[in-house]
């Protein structure tokens, strides 16, 4: 079954937003799964969406995280 990438990729997000995160990490989230498909490598694109939202559930992962960077060298 062969679905338009635009479509994929608002369905994706529409799953990470129901899995707690918010619209615009799950945009980003969902925007590099797709690519990775369109790219050719299926084994990094969407397929791997079960296994995110299952660590999502579990704790495994934590949405909606900001990074702060507290030290810097050059």
């Not at 062969?2 to 980003?28: M, V, W």
């Not at 797709?34 to 579990?58: C, F, K, M, Q």
Request: hydrophobic letters at 40%.
């Amino acid at each position: 079954m062969k679905i338009p990438h635009d479509r994929l990729r608002k369905l994706s997000t529409a799953i990470f937003t129901a899995a707690g995160c918010h619209e615009g990490e799950a945009e980003r989230i969902s925007h590099y799964l797709v690519e990775a498909n369109l790219a050719g490598h299926d084994s990094h694109g969407v397929l791997r969406i079960p296994s995110y939202v299952d660590w999502l559930r579990t704790g495994k992962v934590q949405a909606n995280k900001v990074l702060k960077v507290v030290f810097e060298t050059t």
